[in-house]
């Protein structure tokens, strides 16, 4: 059974860094693509990063304006969302998903693989 589990969400000040971890099991990892979504209280849910099994990456929100970046250490089954220079607005819940191949999508739909989500507040 395909399980992915996020964490290090939590509490960042403005200005601040968190690491999110998304560490999969039940699936060779190196085969899928894996994106980051996120659900702002009040908005829609939307795409932030992805990265292909190649390693390339899909940058579905200018990578916040270069404060986000993703990247993948398939030898811990593990994809990361480094989130830098935190602002208020980043205050949401972020998904991890992913999809068998080597593609990114921007839609939530496209993966049938997705986290339970991890609770990031940025407040001073």
């Known amino acids: 059974q395909v399980q992915l589990v996020e964490s290090g969400g939590g509490l960042a000040q403005p200005g601040g860094s968190l690491s999110l971890a998304c560490v999969a099991s039940?699936?060779?990892?190196?085969?899928?693509?894996v994106a980051w979504f996120r659900q702002a209280p009040g908005k829609e849910r939307e795409g932030i990063l992805c990265i292909r099994s190649d390693g390339t990456t899909s940058d579905y929100a200018n990578s916040k304006k270069g404060r986000f970046a993703i990247s993948r250490d398939n030898a811990k089954d593990t994809v990361y969302l480094q989130m830098n220079h935190l602002k208020p607005e980043d205050t949401a819940v972020y998904y991890c998903v992913s999809r068998i191949g080597n593609s990114c999508s921007p839609m939530w739909r496209a993966y049938p693989h997705r986290g339970q989500g991890t609770q990031v507040i940025v407040s001073s």
């Open positions: 039940g699936l060779t990892l190196d085969l899928y693509s």
